[in-house]
């Protein structure tokens, strides 16, 4: 079954749905946990050394966070921190790591916000040639029984 789950997280609330979600089941088959970021700010895309921003050193000190507190559950992880173009990147992640499935959280666009906006998860679920689990981020504002 999977045994080598990646994990998009952008430093938001949407990150905590998809790891409530995934920890079950990586639990169930014993999964090794891929976190990745990709930054896309122009300083990630166009430093040469990652450290010297203040979003490249918070989203690594995030990725650490979260890697830690997985870790501590007794779950197997791996944290890389990526910059360019997201969906590129984890689908890049997802092959060269030999990943068996994506699993993300999405914010729910719909079509006109998606072809205006567009949509790493609408890239990675048509790009990806592994299994890619998809569900919708927690709305921050619904009530706990809606969620």
């Not at 014993?30 to 895309?45: C, E, K, R, S």
């Not at 921050?140 to 969620?147: G, L, S």
Request: aromatic residues 4%; charged residues 25%; hydrophobic residues 45%.
């Amino acid at each position: 079954m999977y045994t080598n789950i990646l994990i998009p997280l952008e430093n938001s609330l949407a990150d905590e749905t998809i790891l409530q979600h995934i920890r079950p089941l990586a639990r169930m088959t014993n999964a090794h946990i891929l976190l990745v970021h990709v930054a896309d700010g122009f300083m990630a895309q166009n430093q040469e050394w990652f450290d010297v921003s203040p979003e490249m050193r918070e989203d690594r000190d995030y990725l650490g966070r979260r890697s830690a507190e997985l870790q501590n559950e007794g779950f197997t992880v791996e944290a890389q921190l990526a910059c360019g173009n997201p969906a590129a990147e984890i689908l890049r992640l997802a092959e060269e790591k030999g990943c068996d499935l994506i699993a993300m959280a999405t914010h729910g666009h719909r079509l006109l916000a998606d072809m205006i906006l567009g949509s790493v998860a609408s890239q990675v679920r048509h790009q990806a040639r592994i299994p890619v689990l998809q569900l919708r981020a927690q709305d921050k504002d619904a009530p706990a029984e809606t969620r």
